[in-house]
């Protein structure tokens, strides 16, 4: 799958324009349209304000809005892209979910979530309810230090972290259209305690040597497309270990598949995606299974 035509969900302050210049590259991978969206959230302006939501702060947040659009579109057709502009008033998810519907897009962006633990609870993350509810890769970008330094390839040098799951094997197939950017793969799994199939030395190396061989034939995929790519095996807490293949290959991102589980099962238990989209450093690539695909 190519990315033609890119949503980028912007509030600003988490999300500016030197992340949208790092994906530019993605030229190189047939990106030729740009679409920017600002939602005006009214219960979180009043919460913000302290005094309410007055008609008067969304005229002001939607000219800010739209003078930094403005700008932004000035620098992408210079460089002959073509630009859309959505300023919404409403509920953050459903209108990137309409957004994106209507701009046929391949590819989400959005900063990391900033919710309260509480919040995350009984509402879930902005970026879980996104995920469950659209067919298209949420990108979830995120500045790589402490001085909000932004990688210049972010697609570089990806992790995949597979389960095998069907949004896994989507992000596969989502991966291989990228073969214009992408410098080198690296595909692990990370087995848990369950999956060995005892505890003997014997035993975990069979489960090892099964594992590895599932991987090197995703590995094969890609090297059929001209794509360097590595399997690793790991075993361990899932997110732990994600977390420390991505820094031993010098990943410049973090791929993997959503499950699409039901909304409740997910705020109480969790889930690696939305774990890796809320701690990880990484830029966290979100495949969703294709049953998502017009769930309300």
């Known amino acids: 799958m190519e990315i033609k035509k890119l949503l980028f969900v912007t509030k600003f302050e988490e999300l500016c324009f030197d992340a949208l210049k790092s994906l530019l ?5 047939a990106l030729d349209h740009v679409v920017f969206l600002n939602v005006i959230e009214r219960d979180r302006v009043a919460m913000q304000r302290g005094t309410g939501y007055r008609k008067d702060q969304e005229v002001k947040l939607r000219e800010t809005a739209n003078i930094r659009f403005i700008d932004w579109a000035e620098n992408l057709f210079e460089l002959g892209m073509e630009v859309g502009v959505y300023i919404a008033v409403g ?17 989400i962006v959005i900063g990391r979530p900033h919710v309260g633990v509480l919040e995350q609870l009984y509402s879930g993350s902005d970026v879980t309810e996104l995920i469950r509810r659209t067919a298209v890769p949420v990108l979830v970008f995120k500045h790589m230090s402490e001085n909000a330094k932004t990688l210049e390839k972010p697609f570089e040098r990806p992790l995949l972290a597979t389960d095998w799951s069907p949004a896994s094997l989507k992000a596969v197939e989502y991966l291989k259209g990228l073969k214009n950017v992408i410098e080198e793969i690296n595909v692990i799994h990370v087995a848990s305690d369950k999956e060995l199939k005892s505890f003997s030395a014997m035993g975990i190396q069979k489960t090892r040597k099964e594992t590895r061989k599932k991987l090197d034939e995703i590995c094969d995929i890609f090297e059929n497309e001209g794509i360097n790519a590595r ?3 790991y075993i361990g807490d899932p997110i732990q270990e994600i977390e420390k293949a991505a820094r031993e290959y010098q990943a410049t991102m973090i791929v993997t598949g959503s499950s699409g589980k039901a909304a409740w099962l997910e705020r109480w238990i969790g889930s690696i995606p939305r774990t890796l989209t ?3 450093i990484y830029p966290t690539l979100l495949i969703p299974p294709e049953k998502n695909k017009s769930s309300k």
């Open 25 to 29: 590259y993605l030229r190189e991978a």
């Open 231 to 233: 399997s690793h095996v």
């Open 278 to 280: 809320e701690k990880s």
């Open 91 to 107: 509920s953050l998810v459903s209108q990137v979910i309409k957004a994106s519907e209507k701009e046929e897009s391949d590819l």
